[in-house]
């Protein structure tokens, strides 16, 4: 059995796989992800009521 391979990164790193020959199966491929994003919790945003202040002053006027 051949070895297996997850490819993090971009399309040059998936193209190069295609030089690694039969000895190894490519079981994954994430692109267009940065690792920070990939490694922190995910994050709650504030709910907005309204438009912002400023498109509200210039409704006002």
């Known amino acids: 059995m051949g ?4 490819i993090y ?3 040059v790193s998936r ?4 030089t690694f020959g039969d000895d190894y ?9 940065s690792m920070i994003s990939a490694m ?4 709650t945003l504030p ?7 400023a498109v509200q002053r210039l ?3």
């Open 3 to 6: 070895k297996s391979i997850l």
């Open 9 to 11: 990164g971009s399309c």
């Open 15 to 18: 193209d190069a796989y295609s």
């Open 25 to 33: 199966a490519l079981t994954g491929y994430v692109a267009r992800q």
């Open 40 to 43: 922190s919790r995910p994050t």
């Open 47 to 53: 709910e907005v009521v309204g438009p912002p202040l």
């Open 59 to 61: 409704c006002d006027s």
